[in-house]
Nanobody, 121 residues
């Protein structure tokens, strides 16, 4: 499984960012995606999850500002966060998890490389 996260960079407060997560090498790993971030001196935290069965979740800090969408034939998902705040500054990651008969196995994650997002005024 190969997980690649693209997007990020430097953004102004109030702006938007789009983080595209592409999963290749296994169709079974495209159904359950996690976006996470790690601020300086902080633990990595999940920001959003996508389950192809139709369920998405967002952490409270981005709820109402974040949207997940498909970008192409199905192996790329994008997380867009609007109305950015300085506290959104972090290294962002995405991970793919396997789908088991009962649902996504979130305990198993294949992480891609991180990308820095810096929000400044």
């Amino acid at each position: 499984v190969h997980v690649v996260l693209s997007g990020g960079g430097s953004v102004h407060v109030g702006g938007s960012l789009r983080l595209s997560c592409t999963v290749s090498g296994s169709t079974d790993m495209r159904d359950c995606i996690t976006w996470a971030r790690q601020g300086s001196g902080k633990q990595r935290e999940a920001v959003a999850t996508f389950d192809s069965n139709g369920r998405t979740t967002y952490t409270d800090s981005v709820q109402g500002r974040a949207t997940i969408s498909k970008e192409n034939a199905g192996n790329t998902l994008a997380l867009e966060i609007n109305s950015l705040k300085s506290e959104d500054t972090a290294v962002y990651y995405c991970a793919a998890s396997p789908r088991l008969p009962w649902g996504c196995n979130w305990a198993s994650k294949h992480w891609g490389q991180g990308t820095q997002v810096t929000v400044s005024s």
